[in-house]
């Protein structure tokens, strides 16, 4: 299958910085992917929809100057996340999905987990 | 709009015994189904996915899940539990005209020794 990779693994900040997570496509190329949120114990919320070289589409509520989302070529997307609070802690996961692949199937990183002192 | 209910917070099982971990949809067109494992602090892993075809799907480390069109099912299962299958389970669906993923809110299965 898939690879899909994510860096850093886990992150820990200061609130009011910001952080970079970088979600990459190891044997494939990502014409979209996907991020998504979890919160403790719960499923997985999508965030945002990049598709490469284009603008990410925002799911409603997710604050888009708040979450960056840049997907600059077909096997790197990154999410920051500007001026982070603690409520912004969370496991973020992006996924990879190609043109290669039928049904749209996505592949998943194997998560970030951030935590904002 | 698709939706996934899982009405199983917690699903607990004696090694050996069989499991079984539901799931049921809604999709306006064809679905296309999905199992996912996560284990803690780690990402999804794919299970098994139903497209088309045969009803019962085989998967990843022995779990197959049958797909039921008139009762909008489609629930995992394994012959026989293993402690080491003890993790969060999701299912997942697309329709066959969407890009996105719906998740179901996720089961955790505990497999007691």
């Known amino acids: 299958g898939a690879v899909v990779s994510q860096h850093p693994s886990r992150v820990i900040c200061k609130s009011g910085t910001s952080v970079k997570i970088e979600c990459r496509s190891l044997?494939?190329?990502?014409?979209?992917m996907f991020w998504y949120r979890q919160f403790p114990k719960k499923s997985l919320m999508l965030m945002a929809t990049?598709?490469?070289?284009?603008?990410?589409?925002?799911e409603q509520g997710v604050e888009k100057d708040k979450f960056l989302i840049n997907h600059a070529s077909l096997t790197l997307s990154t999410l920051t996340v500007t001026s982070a609070h603690p409520e912004d802690s969370s496991f973020y996961i992006c996924s990879g999905q190609g043109a290669i692949f039928s049904y749209n199937e996505q592949f998943f990183g194997p998560g970030t987990r951030l935590t904002v002192l | 709009a698709q939706s996934v209910a899982q009405p199983e917070d917690q699903v607990n099982v004696a090694e050996g015994n069989p499991l079984t971990v539901k799931c049921t949809y809604s999709?306006?067109?064809?679905?296309?189904l999905f199992w996912y494992v996560q284990y803690p602090n780690r990402g999804l892993q794919f299970l098994l996915k139903y497209i088309t075809g045969d009803n019962l799907v085989k998967g990843s480390y022995g779990f197959e899940a049958e797909f039921n069109k008139s009762q909008t099912s489609f629930h995992l299962k394994k012959p026989s539990a293993l402690v080491s299958d003890s993790a969060l389970y999701f299912c997942a669906v697309r329709d066959s005209e969407g890009q996105n993923f719906v998740f179901g809110p996720g089961t955790r299965l505990s497999v007691l020794p």
């Open positions: 999709v306006s067109g064809n679905p296309y």
């Open positions: 990049s598709n490469e070289g284009s603008k990410a589409t925002y």
């Open positions: 044997d494939f190329q990502a014409t979209t």
